[in-house]
């Protein structure tokens, strides 16, 4: 029996374009690999997650009768789809085996994750009973995403395996965040070495809003060998053949060599980020993006990551120079843009400026200039660039990293307006390292050196600095991974040496700007920890650390 993991890109709420794909997969792995069985992501026909749609009546009875059509077009193979079923009023989050034109089998998710970016019990009713699938004359234990990761004594896999499973297969849409893949695959070695059991696990692909699903779905053999790995962040199908043995245990053979293609942390989120861009920007409607050109690491970084999502015709870069504008960083704004060959724009915010100034000045007299006029320079370049999206139906992605975020070093209205922001879960010490490999990949300067070299600035005043206002940002970032990611409070950070100041400082700034990160645009998760759905603060809050 030759088993096929179709690893798609499935779009929440396309319930009939998914269907679609799912027949293009399931046909394709029959014509061209001869499979008998093919093995759908977890909610692929629906889109995963789908969160409030499972509230609306007729979004699950459109994935439950497109689930009945493409039962009745698999005839003679078999399928396993992800959808959400329907029972006495309650929702579950299942798994179908499809075959002979109907529907023979199903599976319903057991564990129901609730933390992080996770809430399923808002919308499932766990499944209770532990399933196993005969294809072929071979039993198999099915298993969805979080049933595997429970420590349940005794573990889904291990009951499956008592049940007489040969084969074990988790149907997963598991998000990524940089170095997920090792823990995945220390997880399924687990559960075999548990079991005794081969097992197949098929991963979503894809981006949808935050989220990005990196794929890599993957087969073991018995005794723990990865023997199949697809793609990362890609679509793809990978076949696997069940070899009966005299045991009655049945093993796997390769069909093609295995390309691990396991990704380097860097590699990794760099493709997790142009990923996440190019699903967001399309599955959207955009037709194309608008980016600040600063001059400065975080735009240009930006629109590499764009570039290469969308194609040069589909970027265009903006740079807006005022009074404090260095010469070196408007060269080094058009220098990015020539080497993208993207659509090139500048706009000289001088006049603007003065008029605002003038215009407040006889509110303002007898009061120091101070950040409210660093602020109006940010704002007047936000309305450019969303005068812009209007004019043209650009989206606008905003260049703000996650350290910038987490202390709140951003204007609201200014430099966070915006549809998209691509860096919002990327460290500034994270956007140097991918600064480099870029360079490196391309083997060329796309990103300039004097970009890379130049002391991180807002030029929103003379000779001014990040550092002026920052702790250096490779300490900012370790007390950001520590407090933001580990949820470690003063205490536990005075313990491991920084200084008291500091830390009480940064943490005085992430908590006093909540109301900032609430109205900045979503952005790519790529830690396992990121804003938004991961870390859900109340704006108002009195609570102290110290």
């Known amino acids: 029996m030759k088993i096929a993991l179709c690893q798609i890109n499935s779009t929440v709420g396309d319930i009939e374009g998914n269907a679609k794909k799912i027949l293009e997969f399931h046909h394709r792995a029959i014509s061209d690999f001869s499979a008998d069985l093919t093995i759908f992501p977890e909610c692929a026909l629906p889109g995963y997650p789908a969160e409030d749609l499972l509230l609306r009546k007729s979004f699950i009875q459109k994935n439950i009768d497109c689930l009945k059509e493409l039962a009745s077009q698999i005839r003679n193979s078999f399928a396993i789809v992800g959808f959400v079923n329907k029972e006495k009023g309650k929702l579950y989050n299942s798994a179908a085996l499809l075959g002979s034109s109907k529907i023979l089998e199903l599976y319903s998710k057991q564990a129901l994750p609730n933390y992080g970016v996770f809430d399923e019990k808002r919308y499932f009713e766990p499944g209770q009973k532990t399933k196993i699938f005969k294809i072929l004359n071979v039993s198999m234990g099915i298993s969805i995403c979080e049933d595997i990761w429970v420590a349940q004594q005794p573990s889904i896999c291990l009951k499956q395996s008592k049940l007489g499973a040969k084969i074990l297969i988790n149907i997963s849409s598991s998000p990524f965040f940089a170095e997920k893949f090792k823990l995945r695959l220390d997880l399924l070695k687990k559960r075999v070495k548990e079991s005794k059991c081969p097992l197949i696990y098929v991963n979503l692909v894809g981006g949808q809003d935050e989220l990005i699903f990196d794929g890599r ?119 990015i843009a020539e080497n993208l060959k993207i659509t090139f724009m500048e706009i000289q915010i001088e006049t603007l400026f003065k008029t605002y100034l003038e215009t407040l000045a006889p509110h303002f007299k007898e009061l120091k200039p101070d950040i409210t006029e660093e602020n109006l320079q940010s704002r007047i370049r936000g309305t450019i660039l969303m005068a812009l999206s209007n004019k043209f139906g650009s989206l606008v992605l905003t260049t703000g ?24 879960d990327v460290p500034k010490t994270l956007v140097y390292k991918l600064a480099h490999f870029i360079n490196e990949k391309s083997g060329d300067e796309i990103i300039p050196v004097t970009t890379i070299k130049r002391a991180p600035t807002a030029e929103l005043k003379p000779i001014q600095k990040d550092q002026d206002s920052l702790p250096p940002y490779d300490l900012l970032d370790q007390l950001i991974q520590y407090y933001v990611e580990e949820d470690q409070g003063y205490n536990e950070l005075l313990r491991k040496g920084f200084d008291s100041g500091t830390v009480s400082r940064v943490i005085k700034l992430i908590d006093s700007n909540e109301y900032k990160r609430r109205q900045s645009p979503p952005g790519i998760k790529i830690t396992p920890k990121s804003f938004g759905k991961d870390r859900r603060m109340p704006m108002t809050n009195r609570f102290s650390e110290f």
Request: glycine residues 10%.
């Open 401 to 424: 990293n996650k350290s910038e975020i987490s202390v709140g070093y951003c204007t609201l209205y200014g430099d966070t307006a915006g549809g998209f922001a691509v860096l919002k």
């Open 217 to 335: 779905s993957m087969a073991l053999d018995h005794k723990g060998n990865l023997i199949a790995l697809a793609k990362s962040f890609e679509e793809d199908i990978k076949i696997v053949e069940v070899e009966p043995s005299k045991k009655s245990e049945p093993s796997f053979i390769q069909i093609e060599k295995n390309r691990e293609d396991l990704g380097q942390k860097i590699e990794e989120i760099y493709k997790a980020l142009v990923l996440g861009t190019k699903d967001y920007v399309e599955k959207n409607h955009f037709q194309s993006v608008l980016i600040g050109l600063s001059g400065g690491i975080d735009s240009a970084l930006t629109a590499v990551i764009a570039k290469e999502a969308l194609g040069k015709e589909k970027v265009i870069g903006v740079t807006m120079p005022s009074r404090y504008s260095s010469n070196e960083t408007l060269g080094d704004a058009k220098k």
